[in-house]
């Protein structure tokens, strides 16, 4: 983690929600998920930390300065924050063209210098020759990159998306998620970003924040958070319990080889850039199919080797850790688990199908 | 229509545009603070804005009179520092078509502003607007139409505005006769095909404000 | 036997309610308070009912000629029953000329006195209320006077017209006016306004208020008798008191 840049210990009751109660949450600079279900209040904590919501106590601190503190009575409105902010539904002006739009916020600049930097903008968003259309006229990708444009325009000090690909139709979503990673990395401003989807945490964050009712219950890099849950509420948002870095070896036919610890793994290659090297493999505990050797079908791509480490009782089901050259958690009913005749250090066959083994690429 | 029934209308179009300049800049930042703000005792604001809907409009007109006339707070001081007369002149009348159309342009803006998302103007705020910038470059283009059919009806309002001018503004030919005023006075006088006539342009004018007016509220998004 | 007193009594109550007349009034705004007095009086001795509507002549010609149900017209001004006698709505040989008046301009108490009609014109003067000259008698009277006095054209200027003589003294009592045009009768009822000019009769114009039974009366012969009572010593003594001229002899037509 890099040094932090923004402190928040704050908390916010809503009349008929949950408590917002953020305790020394501590920022760096890069960009930070907050993760958590729908309802945790994530949306809430990104627009306190905006300013378009006021907490009920607390402070909130950024760089130097003070941007709210109940005991001082100091509230810095959002026009003193110097941020870029993108809501859900982007929120673009509807009687302002691309060019007014992306515009808007840079008043304070000379006349002569802002036709240039709204230009260069859309430039670097792929939005050249759309300056005089309205919102309207924009498909939801473009609609997406105005937002981002018209908040990165004047080059702020912080950068807070909310859901920035939510809005979007699965297959736009999936291929603008790498876009959105690339983009962001080269911007290089601090940026927080809200999601519920733990794939886009991975593909678009260096660090996550896990927002559960309200609170801010682990913080760590993605990685950490997501294969060591810090705590049951935390294991509970996690969907993928194996998350494991590995290396692309190669993509041919649509499919591509992966090598995670000392196994290979099959997934599917559509939507991994061509040069994607490391990537993290994340599989579902639930999409883990346990065989016999001798008895394992054939159809799933991927067959290991496994070595039964624990068997842990969850409640009506049985979580099973094993060893196929890298860690992979299964999850299995108790019946399953008594015909395959499960105990520790049981040889079995971990069976994956392809599609089931999600691949994020990263870099560090 | 004689060159002294021109000169009348021409009167009352002008004092109904005058009063415009009154009410735009009270109606529009009353209309705002009602849609966008919340304070203890907002529920007396707004019957009080509405009153002079529902009052008999003399009764509206005896208040003005009351606060306007050489004796009254405003009045005395008007016309003890600048020798300056509101009652019995066209200040008055411009006075009283403000009071009276006030309330329907403040209804009408209103509405148009809290239909104008919050969510652009907090987005305008994060972008650096100040509040002023917001409310002139946001709220105000968004919530055009609305805006603009409520000041037609002020302005229909005000062009048939009688009870409260002529309580505070008297009939005074071609100083503070209005349209209304004159078609009462032609009827008092026995001159029905001079009512008739004014009473007619009166109509015209009405309808034309009113049917764009209900056109603009129609035609939104 | 006392039961019998009682049925007598409340059947010649009764009696009476059904025989009592409600006799309806048109009269000039100026004849308010002494016409309302002499209805009290005659109300207890004749079992009749007065009912009054009071506002300048020339509105309540307007109004009688529009078929307003009316018994008697007393106006302020000969001009307006000449009018309706045009028409025929009045009767004729009903029509006397009761009372005149005299012309006086009032300012509010404590204002500057105005000693002559032309000092009308000075610049002090900013406001002069007047009766709408076309239907207030008063107005007509005084716009009458001005012009002989070759004032008017000056003075129009000024002019707030008024919608009668009352509202006038409203206008003056109020201080939104600086002077006004009323009869001294209307001066003389308000505490809140001074003469500050009386206008000579010789210079005036001839103040007449006729008095006629209506052609359409409802309730002619309860109206004969309210008639004949305004003609008597009582109601005269009344307008004298409120400072009417009393006219001796009806108008000749």
Known sequence: MTDTILTANFRK??????????????????????????????????????????????????????????????????????????????????????????????????????????AETLQWLGLAGLEERLPRELSGGQQQRVALARAVVRRPKLLLLDEPLAALDTPTRLRLRGELRQLLRQLGIPTILVTHDQLEALALGNDVVVLHAGRNVQHGA???????????????????????????????????????????????????????????VCIRAEDVILARPDSAPSSPRNHLAATVRAVVREGPLMRVNLDCGFPLTALLTRPACEELGLHEGLRLVALVKAPQVHLIPFTR | MSGAEWQLVGFSLRMA??????????????????????????????????????????????????????????????????????????????????????PLFVRAARTAFEEVDVKFEQLARTLGAGEWRVFFTITLPLAKRGVLAGTLLAFARALGEFGATIMVAGNIPGRTTTLPVAIYQAVENGEDAHAWMLAGVSAVIAFAAVFVSENLQRRRK | MNNKIIATILSSLFALQLHAAQVTVFAAASLTDSLKQIAADYEKTSGDKIVFNFAASGTLSRQIEAGAPVDIFFAADETKADALEKKGLLISGTRKSLLGNVLVIVTPTGAPAINSPAELTNTAIQHLAIGEVKTVPCGTYAKAYLEKLSLWATVENKAVPCESVRAVLAAVESGNVDAGFVYKTDAAISKKV?????????????????????????????????????DSDGATAVFKKFGFIVLSSPATK
């Open chain 1, 13 to 118: 009751q809503f009349s008929g929600g949950p408590e917002i109660v953020v305790d020394e949450l501590r920022i760096g600079a890069g960009i930070t998920v907050l993760f958590g279900a729908s309802g945790s209040g994530k949306t809430t904590v990104l627009r306190c930390l905006a300013g378009l919501e006021i907490p009920d106590v607390g402070e909130i601190k950024f760089g130097g300065e003070v941007w709210f503190q109940k005991n001082g009575n100091v509230f810095a409105p959002p026009q003193r924050r110097h941020i870029g902010f993108v809501p859900q539904d982007y929120a673009l002006f509807p009687h302002l063209t691309v060019a007014g739009n992306v515009g808007y916020g840079l008043n304070d600049l000379p006349a002569a210098e802002r036709a240039p930097r709204i």
């Open chain 1, 222 to 280: 993605a990685q950490e958070v997501f294969s060591r849950p810090g705590n049951l509420a935390v294991a509970e948002i996690t969907a993928f319990e194996t998350i494991q870095p590995g290396v692309v070896l190669e993509t041919r036919d649509g499919l591509a080889t992966v090598a995670v610890g000392d196994a290979r793994l099959i997934a599917l290659a559509e939507d991994l850039p061509i040069d994607a090297r490391e990537v993290y």
């Open chain 2, 17 to 102: 545009f005058a009063s415009l300049l009154l009410i735009l800049p009270f109606g529009l930042a009353l209309a705002w603070c009602l849609a966008r703000k919340d304070w203890r005792g907002k529920a007396l604001v707004e019957t009080l804005v509405s009153l002079p809907l529902v009052l008999p409009p003399v009764v509206t007109g005896l208040v003005l009179l009351q606060i306007f006339g050489r004796r009254g707070p405003v009045g005395s001081w008007l016309h003890n520092t600048f020798n300056c007369d509101v009652v019995f002149t066209w200040r008055a009348v411009v006075i009283a078509l403000a009071a009276m159309s006030l």
């Open chain 3, 194 to 230: 001074k003469v500050t000019y009386e206008v000579p009769a010789a210079d005036a114009p001839k103040i007449s208020y006729p008095l006629a039974l209506l052609k359409d009366a409802p309730q002619p012969e309860a109206a004969k008798n309210f008639i004949a009572f305004l």
